[in-house]
């Protein structure tokens, strides 16, 4: 096919479609869901990791906890003014071409596959913090132009061709080159993105005079489809599987928390118990029974169930410290019973010398937390 001229080539592409009405409408959808969630945070410049995960962000374990509908909104959320508006930016650059070059529908198609396989792949590569973001999706329009490009180089003036080549190399060079050397982006979507896009643009591609933009039933088409799918179904099956982690970490930290406001419960009555006993406020045989009634089946019960709550790897020793600390205060306690029964000045002892190995107890646990958050 002969070469068109500059102007030939802008007229048809513009009777195609004579208004990019997707990439607008793309750009008010993100741009409008962005001034909604600064609104509930109160902080355009970065939206709370938090509320991304609430609005429906990339989020790993809820993912494969049965939320897949995640990778498609995580694509009209973003973390920060700067980060909407890079992407609105580079979306409305070169949706208008893209979007005249494959057609509405093939625009769209592009737009939202490459910007699954984008999540897709940042799942498998990275299923830690939550992942928000078009940039998945903006790089599948930039590799279909690209694509584009390379398979129909016949159908762009020599002008345009290097004004757009330029322009999408430098764009696709200069984000992967930022992502690699800046921390927190994810690049990882972005590739994953960037594949989708050359993918289905070298299948979708028709020359500039082609009746249709893009022909639906040919091979070609149906095999990127059908190849987008299966690269997806590959990235999910092949991806590291943080659910069950997930949960464990977070009945833990309950567990945790729970056992935390227990303690000091327990600590704060037995501080009064004890100043109203010698102040002569109770009686021994009331205060006998509220620590065998009260205070040590509370202690019982803390035992049990950091026992038996499943801990991450990385905290097992500091579940079985608990386990060790909440028996040792139990333990106190049985000794002050004896004492407060036989009258015998071991007992008290025994008991004094149990409260303060429970004290040296947590002393030790907070010392290798402070070692540990200085090696990392």
């Known amino acids: 096919m002969p070469v068109l001229n500059y102007d030939t080539f802008i007229n048809i592409l513009f009777s195609r479609v004579p208004r990019a009405d997707v990439t607008r409408a793309l750009v008010i959808v993100n741009v409008v869901v962005f001034v909604v969630l600064a609104a509930v945070s109160m902080n355009p410049m970065q939206i709370p990791s938090e509320l991304l995960i609430r609005a429906g962000g990339n989020f790993a374990p809820l993912v494969q906890q049965g939320q897949p509908w995640r990778f498609f909104t995580a694509l009209f959320l973003h973390g920060g003014l700067l980060h909407v508006g890079l992407n609105m930016l580079a979306l ?19 737009y939202l596959v490459a910007g699954l396989l984008g999540n897709l792949a940042s799942l498998w590569w990275k299923p830690g913090p939550v992942s928000v973001g078009a940039s998945g999706a903006i790089f599948g329009v930039y590799g279909a132009l690209l694509a584009y490009l390379l398979l129909q180089r016949g159908s762009v003036p020599a002008e345009a061709f290097r004004e ?33 896009g050359l993918l289905l643009g070298a299948a979708f591609a028709e020359p500039i005079i082609a009746p249709r933009p893009v022909r639906w039933t040919m091979p070609r088409a149906l095999g990127g489809l059908i190849g987008a799918g299966l690269l997806g179904a590959a990235l999910w099956q092949t991806a590291p599987q ?77 579940r079985d410290e608990l386990v060790h600390y909440a028996a040792t205060r139990r333990d106190a306690l049985k000794a002050l019973v004896q004492a407060l029964e036989t009258h015998q000045p071991v007992w008290v002892e025994r008991s004094r010398g149990l409260q303060v190995q429970a004290d040296n107890i947590l002393l030790q646990m907070r010392l290798r937390k402070s070692v540990e958050a200085a090696g990392h």
Do not use: C
Request: aromatic residues 10%.
């Open 164 to 196: 757009m080549r330029s322009g999408t190399l430098g764009f696709i060079g200069y984000s992967l080159f930022a992502g690699f050397s800046i921390p927190g982006i994810d690049n990882a979507a972005h590739l994953g993105g960037l594949v989708g």
């Open 92 to 110: 409305h650059q070169a949706g208008q071409i893209v979007e005249r070059l494959f057609g509405r529908a093939g625009f769209l198609t592009i």
């Open 242 to 318: 943080v659910a069950r982690n997930f949960a464990v970490e977070s009945a833990y930290q309950q567990t945790i928390r729970r056992f935390v406001l227990e303690e000091q419960d327990l600590l704060r009555e037995q501080t009064a118990l004890l100043e109203a006993l010698r102040l002569r406020r109770v009686t021994e045989a009331e205060a006998l029974e509220k620590l065998e009634q009260d205070f040590i089946p509370r202690w019982d019960r803390a035992v049990t169930q950091l026992s038996w709550r499943e801990a991450p790897d990385d905290s097992e020793w500091q």
